[in-house]
């Protein structure tokens, strides 16, 4: 069946643009994370919905980030005013319910603001 | 706090050698599970293994072993022979109780197997 799937895969900005980038989790996942990996770093957890319920959102490192599943299916983590900061790959996972379950990982979006 | 540590930040063996990767982990959840990932130069994270709190029986899939030590708060990796074909970077993971799932990665580990 398929995996997770993300696009775009490589995404270049100027400083100050505004980004959006998408997951499908698979098919039947009820959870689904958005993780920030550093070049050199492990993944660092954002956010993560329950269906369409943002359960946690500790992770976003500031207001201009956030994230939405409105249909409990796809997500969109979108990113305003970019930074070089936020220069990252961002990784999404899903899995079935129960807490701890295996995530399954999508390919990443490598993000470079210039 | 909850944490992970993987000291070894690059290994590098040559292709048949047997290699152990470490993983340290932080929490004062009694309840808790621990994970390890592959991620190839892809980049696509490949699930190993999972292990609950409860469970300390060391683990093995082929040519890769696991050994949990509570008393030590380790997790740590061992995969024999290795080949080229395991160069990845590993990461060690947490997923501390009650928290909806999310994991807490390690700083993960370069390996190279050069032939």
């Known amino acids: 069946g398929a995996g997770v799937s993300q696009s775009p895969r490589y995404k270049v900005a100027k400083r100050g643009q505004d980004v959006a980038l998408r997951c499908d989790p698979i098919?039947?996942?009820?959870?689904l994370f958005w993780y920030q990996q550093a070049l050199g770093q492990g993944p660092e957890f954002l956010t993560y919905?329950?269906?369409?319920?943002?359960?946690?959102k500790s992770g976003l490192p500031s207001d201009r980030f956030f994230a939405e599943r409105p249909e409990g299916s796809v997500s969109t983590l979108k990113i305003q005013r970019t930074q070089q900061e936020d220069s990252a790959v961002y990784l999404c996972a899903s899995k079935r319910s129960g807490d701890y379950n295996e995530q399954f990982f999508g390919p990443g979006t490598r993000l470079t603001v210039l | 706090a909850q944490k992970v540590t993987q000291a070894q930040t690059e290994i590098s063996v040559v292709e048949k050698e047997d290699v152990t990767l470490d993983c340290v982990y932080e929490t004062r959840d009694t309840t808790y599970y621990l994970f390890w990932y592959k991620q190839p130069p892809s980049g696509e994270l490949v699930f190993l293994i999972r292990r609950n709190s409860f469970d300390e029986q060391n683990e093995i899939s082929g040519r890769y072993s696991w050994n949990f030590q509570k008393s030590t708060s380790s997790f740590n990796f061992t995969i024999t022979a290795s080949q080229v074909v395991d160069s990845a970077v590993y990461f060690c993971?947490?997923?501390?109780?009650?928290?909806?799932?999310?994991?807490?990665f390690g700083q993960g580990t370069e390996l190279s197997v050069k032939p």
């Open positions: 919905f329950q269906n369409e319920a943002q359960l946690d």
């Open positions: 993971a947490l997923i501390p109780y009650n928290q909806g799932g999310k994991l807490i």
């Open positions: 098919s039947g996942h009820v959870s």
